[in-house]
Structure formats: C-alpha cells, structure tokens
C-alpha cells in the first residue's frame, strides 16, 4: 500500500513487478510518470480513492485509466 503522503509515482516505478495484481491510487498522488506499470501481467485492477482530485476526476469525466495487454498505464 503507497502512503497518504505520497505525491508522485515515478517513471518506470513498478515496471515488470511481475507479482503486482492490484493498486490503489490514493488521494494525495497528483502525478504518475510514464510507463510506471510497464510489464506487470498480474496487474488486473487500479483503483482511484474516491477523494484524490487529480485522477477521480477523469473517472467522474468519463475517461478511464486503460492498462493495455502489455500492462501499461
């Protein structure tokens, strides 16, 4: 589980963490860098807490995060 205080998700971060089956962006991260879930075939679900203003707003918009078959956001 990512922190509370935790702003950004670096580029690259979780790349082939092949045993990454979930994760849960929470409120306080404003940014995530490119290709941060690159690789990771376990990776079957992301969740946006309900109170974070920079990604629930593009749930709210219709707009969703995609993961691809390669696994990248």
Not at 10 to 36: K, M, Q, R, W
Not at 43 to 68: E, F
């Amino acid at each position: 589980m990512i922190p509370n205080i935790v702003t950004s998700v670096g580029a690259g971060a979780f790349s082939y963490c092949a045993s990454l089956t979930n994760f849960t962006i929470p409120e306080s991260v404003t940014n995530i860098g490119d290709l941060a879930f690159a690789g990771c075939t376990s990776l079957s679900a992301i969740t946006v807490d309900s109170n974070n203003p920079a990604y629930t707003r593009l749930l709210q918009s219709g707009l969703c995060l995609k993961i691809n078959a390669a696994g990248m956001l």
